[in-house]
Nanobody, 125 residues
Framework: QVQLVESGGGLVQAGGSLRLSCAASGRTFSSYAMGWFRQAPGKEREFVAA????????YYADSVTGRFTISRDNAKNTVYLQMNSLKPEDTAVYYCAAAGFRDGLSGRADDYDFWGQGTQVTVSS
């Protein structure tokens, strides 16, 4: 069982930056590939970024490639999402999630077993 708690959301102007954090409970954090997803009002949840358990490989949605960076610190049981050059269309609730595997990468929400409660990111124009 993994419990996830996101933080770092807020209100930012277009072109600005935010860094989201997701703290995980448990002593086997490195056994889980991690992902970030987001859900805007009236829209389905969509994939943002993923990282393997070791942190050696990453995967991004086309919409955020070159602007967002996912990373993790296994010693701190934390995964991060650095978001730069934010756009109003990035406004959403952002969720972190833990997958039931270590070395893969997935953009499918169904592949993730544990979810945080979400943190709101609002980008004003």
């Amino acid at each position: 069982q993994v419990q996830l708690v996101e933080s770092g959301g807020g209100l930012v102007q277009a072109g600005g930056s935010l860094r989201l954090s997701c703290a995980a409970s448990g002593r086997t954090f490195s056994s889980y590939a991690m992902g970030w997803f987001r859900q805007a009002p009236g829209k389905e949840r969509e994939f943002v970024a993923a990282i393997t358990g070791s942190g050696g490989m990453t995967y991004y949605a086309d919409s955020v490639t070159g602007r967002f960076t996912i990373s993790r610190d296994n010693a701190k049981n934390t995964v991060y999402l650095q978001m730069n050059s934010l756009k109003p269309e990035d406004t959403a609730v952002y969720y972190c999630a833990a997958a039931g595997f270590r070395d893969g990468l997935s953009g499918r929400a169904d592949d993730y077993d544990f979810w945080g409660q979400g943190t709101q990111v609002t980008v004003s124009s």
